[in-house]
């Protein structure tokens, strides 16, 4: 899709918990984060630290009255992306793989 849109790929990292923390705070306000410290928690952990994904969460959840409780909630039916020393690597899709 890049190469046929002359768009630009652009690598992103995993964030940390402090970035991922400053990211929703960014995009939902301090006060809301703040008001609900183990929600968010929970989302840093289930987006584990992958930008799209809080982007994603923060983008759903700047648009509604729900409670970042009830996002922590929904998310916590999926599986998540990984858990401890597996959510720096990204799991099973690092090395990326090659694209034919």
């Keep these: 899709m890049v190469a046929t849109t002359n ?5 992103l990292a995993l964030l940390s918990r402090e970035e991922a923390h400053a990211l929703l705070a960014d995009r ?5 984060v703040d008001a ?6 929970e989302i840093i952990d289930r987006c584990a630290g992958l930008p799209l994904a809080l982007a994603v969460v923060a983008a759903r ?3 509604t009255s729900f409670s970042l409780t009830a996002y922590a909630e929904e998310l ?3 599986d998540g992306f990984g858990s401890g020393d597996e959510r720096r690597t990204c ?3 690092s090395p990326a ?3 034919r």
């Design 7 to 11: 768009a630009r790929s652009l690598p």
């Design 28 to 32: 939902l306000g301090r006060s809301r």
């Design 36 to 41: 609900e410290p183990a929600a968010v928690a």
């Design 61 to 63: 959840a700047a648009h």
């Design 76 to 78: 916590g039916g999926l």
């Design 91 to 93: 799991g099973p899709c």
């Design 97 to 99: 793989p090659t694209w």
